[in-house]
């Protein structure tokens, strides 16, 4: 393989600042009675010195990933988010709206109708073009970028959501690199990104979602919609502060996967040896390569079970472990249930409550190797 060229700006200067080693195409759900072994690729994080993107070098993969359920965090954040836009002012009625969805879901279009936007065919400008965790499934972003600003109506808005690179670098979540996923962004990345086109950065919200996901307002330069408000001068002394264009710092991701990987195994083998019953939860795509290089198999975690009824029968690619029904927690009765989704904590507890019932708990599986694992409080006890 030849070096990487910028998947934005078609620069080839930059440096390899993640390595997950092969793995499998993480949309690739097998049927649990198939025995593997199952392809596998490699998975890198390349960092263009030129633009700052951070992005995926190669992606070999092209599976469809069975349609998981939309988990209530995705639909609170956006109807949060849509409250945000429209109390500052951009989302009047009778605006004509375009959207780029997510191919794991997530349409901000009913929400946006209900206020009176109007959706436009494809192609038509709008003067509100939001783009919701779309843009990073397009491995040409300079065209894909380019596509969205140009139906940017005069005077029009382009919304643009992303998780961002400074949360993954914070918080350590390095299994955010996926295939398929060939963007990760910075908002320093993205704002030369909209440079490009003439575009600018305006106004940013921030959510929770993801461990922080950002939200930018962008708009034309001709149109002299007036400076960067303080809302994105704070996001990028931020990032300035993380490093988010430094690839030492990036690369800290690194020494972080290891780390992860150890103490979700050595946690895993000691309830094992305690015969505590373990089981996952939430078959996401994003928790393959946790459990391969902790080298979690069924004897480990005999099963994930998941709300999708499509992956059931199905196993975790790259594993032997099987994803289940959740009816499996009732009857199995885990004294821990190791969440793979962190953002379904809330939603999980609510609809499973006989797990905390039968004296169990839910883990999170993403903080394994930082100082604690985080176990969620029960309600009314401390
Ligand atoms: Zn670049």
Redesign the pocket.
């Known amino acids: 393989m030849g070096e990487p060229v910028?998947?934005?700006?078609?620069?080839r200067a930059?440096h390899l600042v993640l390595d997950l080693g092969e793995q499998p195409a993480c949309d690739y759900f097998p049927r649990s009675d198939d025995p593997g072994p199952d392809p596998v690729y490699p998975l890198q994080m390349w960092l263009?010195?030129?633009?700052?993107?951070a992005q995926l070098v190669a992606d070999p993969t092209m599976r469809e990933e069975p349609r998981g359920t939309e988990p209530t965090a995705l639909v609170a954040q956006a109807a949060d988010a849509v409250e945000r836009v429209a109390a500052a002012g951009l989302l009047a009625a009778g605006r004509r709206v375009a959207e780029y969805g997510s191919p794991h879901g997530g349409s901000w279009l009913g929400l946006l109708t209900r206020r009176g936007l109007t959706p436009v065919n494809d192609g038509e400008p709008a003067d509100v073009v939001l783009d919701c965790f779309g843009l990073m499934h397009s491995a040409d972003q300079a065209a894909s970028l380019a596509q969205r600003v140009a139906r940017v109506a005069t005077g029009g808005v382009l919304l643009l959501q992303y998780h961002s690179l400074e949360t993954i670098v914070r918080r350590g979540q390095w299994n955010a690199l996926r295939h398929g996923h060939y963007a990760y962004y910075s908002t320093t990345?993205l704002a030369a990104m909209l440079a490009a086109h003439g575009f600018s950065p305006r106004k940013a919200w921030r959510f929770e979602l993801y461990g922080g996901t950002v939200l930018l307002a962008a708009s034309r330069d001709a149109d002299a919609a007036g400076e960067s408000d303080s809302s994105v001068q704070l996001l990028l002394a931020e990032e300035a502060r993380v490093g988010v264009l430094e690839p030492a710092v990036l690369g800290g991701l690194q020494r972080q996967v290891q780390t992860r990987a150890n103490g979700l195994r050595d946690w895993l083998v000691a309830q094992r040896q305690a015969g505590n019953i373990v089981l996952g939860y939430g078959a996401a795509s994003r928790a393959i390569a946790l459990l391969r290089r902790a080298g979690v198999d069924r004897t480990l975690l005999p099963a994930v079970a998941d709300a999708s009824p499509a992956k059931e029968g199905l196993r975790m690619p790259g594993t032997d472990i099987p994803v289940v029904s959740p009816s499996r927690l009732a009857a199995d009765q885990p004294a821990t249930v190791l969440l793979l989704l962190a953002d379904l904590l809330t939603e999980v507890r609510a609809a499973f409550p006989d797990v905390e019932a039968a004296g169990g708990r839910w883990v999170d599986a993403e903080t394994f190797g930082s100082c604690q694992a985080g176990v969620a409080p029960l309600p009314g006890r401390s």
């Open positions: 910028c998947r934005a700006c078609h620069g930059g263009c010195s030129m633009c700052g993107l990345a």
